[in-house]
């Protein structure tokens, strides 16, 4: 009954700082972010690919810095000069504005009144550094490309089983021994792709009244990754 009672909860997204597993993978890049109060013209670039952890690592310092956090695709509704008055901002999916003249555009203005203005803090986040952007607009590229670069890689094999272990432990899942050593070098290596994992078994198991073993992690990882073929 109480196990039927947790699954009926929403499962909380961790985004703290302490719940951040540091690796080599994001070492380097958590340090960058945490230095932010020198980072050069107050801006800093955090480039890596979809599931490495960037948005988790733009929440940690949007708890430290006070930060805002907005999507760059939503800028051009947004109330910049309200978000600049914070004083820190993080950018999240810059590489997905290039050509968008609108998006290029305030994330333009709101530099300026963030960073040149009001000697604020920047934070963008992208797969790539801004060179790969695509950006249309000479004066935004130039701004962009002038930023700190910090680079986060793809999960190592040590955070993917750190990970998993924290996931399957926050829905308070037993798994069969050496369970986390055949998923890590079987699963695509995300940590986006971990969540997903870990929360279709859950279901998978409740459902089925199944442990989670070998056998039923092999069935939910060949379906997650079919539908991830087909989606894309």
């Keep these: 009954m109480n196990r039927q009672l947790i699954l009926d909860l929403p499962v909380r997204v961790a985004r703290g700082r302490a719940d951040f597993i540091v690796s080599p993978a994001n070492a380097q890049a958590l340090t960058a972010v945490e230095g932010w109060r020198g980072w050069p013209g107050g801006k800093l670039v955090l480039a890596g690919p979809p599931g490495a952890g960037k948005t988790h690592l733009a929440h940690v310092w949007a708890a430290a810095s006070g930060a805002a956090v907005i999507a760059a695709a939503d800028l051009p509704g947004a109330d910049l000069p309200a978000l600049a008055a914070t004083g820190a901002v993080a950018v999240e999916d810059a590489d997905r504005i290039g050509g968008k003249g609108a998006a290029e555009r305030a994330l333009f203005h709101l530099h300026n009144l963030l960073v040149a203005e009001a000697r604020g803090a920047l934070l963008v986040t992208a797969a790539g550094p801004p060179r790969d952007w695509g950006l249309a607009l000479p004066d935004l590229a130039s701004r962009m490309q002038a930023a700190g670069l910090a680079r986060i890689g793809s999960p190592d094999d040590a955070l993917l089983a750190a990970v998993l272990i924290k996931l399957f432990a926050d829905r308070q899942l037993a798994v069969a021994p050496g369970l986390i050593d055949w ?21 998978r198991a409740l459902e089925q009244s199944r442990p989670v073993t070998r056998a039923l992690a092999a069935e939910v990882l060949q379906n997650l990754v079919e539908d991830a073929a087909e989606g894309g």
């Excluded at 969540?195 to 279709?200: D, K, R």
């Design 183 to 203: 998923l890590v070098p079987r699963m695509p290596r995300a940590l986006d792709v971990a969540q997903a994992l870990v929360a279709a078994l859950d279901a």
